[in-house]
């Protein structure tokens, strides 16, 4: 069983920066590929940025290319998300997921390959 816990989120203006964080306890770090997703009110929940267990690899959604960045430390057993020149569209809850993966380069993008999730963090972009 691996537990997620988010931090990070909360109001910032239109063309502001947040930094998410995501902790991970109750198993070995390793050997888990980290993505995160957000949902709008409304909306359904989207892919947003995975990172692969080795964090060499990684990709994004085409809405937050250039803007964010996903970095993970395994020896924090911590994944982060860099949100820079924010948008009112970004604003959504922020999950954070995991899953073990066969492979250090594995990257996980769809919403049903992840098995863990974290309990959200609210983002509001205002304008």
């Known amino acids: 069983q691996v537990q997620l816990v988010e931090s990070g989120g909360g109001l910032v203006q239109v063309g502001g920066s947040l930094r998410l964080s995501c902790a991970a306890s109750?198993?070995?770090?390793?050997?888990?590929?980290m993505g995160w997703f957000r949902q709008a009110s409304g909306k359904e929940r989207e892919f947003v940025a995975a990172i692969s267990w080795s964090g060499g690899n990684t990709r994004y959604a085409d809405s937050v290319k250039g803007r964010f960045t996903i970095s993970k430390d395994n020896a924090k057993n911590t994944v982060y998300l860099q949100m820079n020149s924010l948008k009112p569209e970004d604003t959504a809850v922020y999950y954070c997921a995991a899953d073990r993966v066969p492979s250090n380069t594995m990257v996980l993008t769809t919403r049903g390959m992840y098995d863990y999730w974290g309990q959200g963090t609210q983002v509001t972009v205002s304008s």
């Open positions: 109750g198993r070995t770090f390793s050997s888990y590929a």
